[in-house]
């Protein structure tokens, strides 16, 4: 009969739901990672324009410093460097995993390398998402600060109203490619142990000896979810391009 030879090839249901579970797993760390590295790279960027220099060379440094070196040391740096300082008795509360109540619902705290691997991808992403805010405000002709300050808008009003809204529509399709990239470079923190796709991956491979159709099945999820970022995307950045031609006439 065909179809047990068929099923030979094929992974068990309990191993799909292995894959699809780790594959949670890095839709949660990549989408936390995007949310937290978006609002601290626009920070960054924002102090980049202080006008005082020790602020504005001392944010560069620190963007330089996570830009110009790889995302798996600094995974290390983070893992083994934080549990090293942390005192004892937190290390044995955060590894517990523990529920946090808060009377009408209960948190569960995630595992301690999810934390770690998030701080880590934080500050490795919101050092380029940074930069891509920092070329959008660049971006923006000199000139309209100029007559910004000429109808009585100070420093901060002239960039709240009219720098940064255009900036970020400039800045809005590179940070689409670094979202992407954030979903991609999450599958780098199965180094520190965390259950990510990636990581059952080589656990389904592990045990079922069927490594194309484990890891077919978890390119597919990948490519999956850096399509659906893409094309959402490019779905708002055209409806920001929409609102802003009616905005700005």
């Not at 070196?69 to 995993?97: A, N, R, T």
């Not at 800045?171 to 059952?200: D, H, R």
């Amino acid at each position: 009969m065909i179809f047990p030879e068929i099923s030979e090839y094929l992974l068990a249901p309990q191993y799909l739901i292995w894959l699809w579970e780790g594959f949670v797993v890095t839709l949660s760390i990549s989408f936390s990672t995007i949310i937290l590295s978006t609002l601290f790279g626009f920070l960054l960027a924002i102090l980049c324009q202080s006008q005082f220099a020790i602020i504005r060379l001392s944010i560069q440094g620190y963007i330089n410093l996570f830009r110009y070196s790889p995302l798996l040391p600094q995974l290390f740096f983070w893992y083994f460097g934080i549990g090293s300082i942390l005192p004892l008795d937190f290390k044995l509360w955060i590894y517990d995993e523990p529920a946090i109540d808060l009377g009408l619902f209960t948190i569960n705290m995630p595992s301690f390398e999810f934390l770690i691997g998030l701080i880590a991808l934080t500050c490795y992403s919101s050092a380029f998402i940074a930069e891509e805010f920092k070329a959008g405000i660049n971006g923006v002709r000199a000139g309209q600060l100029n007559a910004a300050f000429a109808l009585g808008l100070n420093y901060w009003q002239s960039y709240r109203f009219i720098i940064l809204p255009q900036a970020f529509q400039i800045a809005f399709p590179p940070l689409i490619g670094q979202y992407m990239n954030v979903i991609k470079n999450s599958s780098l923190t199965m180094a520190i142990g965390v259950l990510e796709l990636s990581y059952i991956s080589r656990k389904v491979e592990t045990e079922t000896l069927k490594t194309f159709q484990d890891f077919a099945i978890a390119t597919l999820l990948y490519i999956i979810a850096v399509v659906i970022v893409g094309t959402l995307g490019n779905i708002y950045h055209h409806r920001l391009l929409i609102k802003g031609n009616h905005q700005w006439r």
